[in-house]
């Protein structure tokens, strides 16, 4: 099982960039897809997370209004479109997946059995 990331990079605050993380290996039925990140110094903390369905999603609050998470189920493909960025938000981003979406298996950052999680990208948000 492989989830891929890709689309970080380094942006002007205001700016935007969409991240991408496409998963192989097995069929993800039943599981969320979302995103964590990690700034230096600080602990992994959740981003947002979308159902198996799509029609329920998470955000963090520090990221409501400015991030959206997106899946394409025919692609194994789960997208963020982060508009509005602030230097905040520089980090690198890690994709995962985790069976259900219940608060206390994606909020912590903790790594439970039947995760999976892909390598992280890069985001830089300059002032």
């Not at 991408?20 to 069929?27: D, I, L």
């Not at 520090?62 to 997106?70: A, D, E, H, Q």
């Not at 997208?79 to 909020?107: F, H, I």
Request: aromatic fraction near 12%.
């Amino acid at each position: 099982v492989q989830l891929q990331a890709s689309g970080g990079g380094l942006v002007q605050a205001e700016g935007s960039l969409k991240l991408s993380c496409v998963a192989s290996g097995r069929t993800f039925i039943n599981y969320g897809l979302g995103w964590f990140r990690q700034a230096p110094g600080k602990e992994r903390e959740f981003v947002a997370r979308i159902s198996w369905s799509g029609d329920t999603t998470y955000y963090a609050d520090s990221v409501k209004g400015r991030f959206t998470i997106s899946r394409d189920n025919a692609k194994n493909t789960v997208y963020l479109q982060m508009n509005n960025l602030k230097p905040e938000d520089t980090a690198v981003y890690y994709c995962a997946a985790k069976l259900g979406m219940s608060g206390s298996r994606w909020e912590s950052g903790a790594t439970y059995a039947g995760d999976y999680w892909g390598q992280g990208t890069q985001v830089t948000v300059s002032s």
